[in-house]
């Protein structure tokens, strides 16, 4: 599992003084990026040198309680699922103690023309077949 | 079930030359917006006249083919189900026959002070109790 | 001079109960869309038949009142230069006879390198040599 | 001068590749942000200590190079001028020893009701009135 801190700001935030729900999907991108980075990989790497990408073809977000301006949030982010030509990725946004959210995304492997395709063995090994990074479980 | 088209812009698509997958919680916005207009409510009613509020509980989308630059998409919002103290909208995103996404929002019927409260009738029975606008199937 | 509405959605104002101000840069965008699909051609054609874009290298915006949630403000987008390698949209947010912000945005002429190009004859024609879309004054 | 770092994300970029522009106003906010923090103050205390607000009357960016994903971008943010009631935030945005974009923000002082008011005198101490917090290098 790995932990990435977000400081809300005002343009985060809508008049009802809490964060807007689409931003939710915004930092679960920063905790994907830093999981794959963390896993010695940069999803840069995805395009550059597999010629792959991994589009969302799935987003769920529970709201458990709202956030706020300047709040430190953490997104605790992990992999439960890597497949021939998938993975899952799971989030947790947590303030302090307190769990703000949690979520998921599935993503596709596809080709640079968009076809589907099997994730190279590196990538497999790296997201979750071995890595020490990934085996963890997402612990909500 | 309601129809509002949607410009894709430039900012609402990343580098892989597709829409970016949060905006999509903002097009749903942006429909459920004009279904309760289409109810005879505006939401700045709900804030104003009712001082209530329906914050979002849960958002899923599922993206089905990617939209691109300048298209011109149309969200279909309906209601599905309307309870004392929530409401969920379903969502279709289409683009000409082909369906780009489809997905939900769940929202619980809270006071400013964030309490859970009953909907007022009037609110229910615009929404979906017996409201033309809402009874439609979404069609899915 | 070319007229485009908007809708000001939840997501786009913050907990001033105003719209964020970055989001006026994506209304000049909106603007500035419809202002090309006026001249009879589409931002999209910049890039694909002529192998050009026009990336922004100035940005301004002077705020003078509030946009607020669920108003309905209209850009107003005009041409104010055109020269060989650059050119400079003046833009005017109005709700009603109220003038809600005013701005430019200035653009380079480049190739799909980055490098600084000549606009063909055409786009110069379009934009503001000659088409009656540009030549009218932004009326400020 | 006070030193916020942002790392790009896939969100912020459109499909030329680079950081879409409107994205700029946001990071000057987060420098914003940290410099009003280092000053001994947060903008929530704005808020909720003095009952006053800073919205912005202009802003202004000029853009030099391209910001792509996953870039590391360090924000510097100065203040140029407070007076009685605005100031002015100026901010360079660079990449390791390259400029990537420069701009100001302006902002009036105004009440909850949206009144100009003086800023009050710890205000001005603080944010460079006469105060360190603003005249001196970053310092961090």
Known sequence: MVRTDIRVIYGDTDQMGIAYYANYL????????????????RYRDFEERFSLRLPVVEAQVSYRTPARYDDVLTVE??????????????????????????GHTLHA????????????????????GGGEGAREPAGE
Chains 1, 2, 3, 4 share one sequence.
């Open 26 to 41: 915004r930092w679960f991108e920063v905790g994907r990026n830093e999981f794959i980075r963390a896993s010695g990989l």
């Open 77 to 102: 982010t992990t992999i439960e699922d890597v497949k021939r030509a998938s993975a899952k990725f799971v989030y947790r946004i947590v303030r302090g103690g307190e769990v703000v959210a949690t």
């Open 109 to 128: 492997c596809v080709d640079l023309d968009g076809r589907i395709r099997r994730m190279p063995q590196e990538l497999l090994a790296r997201l979750g």
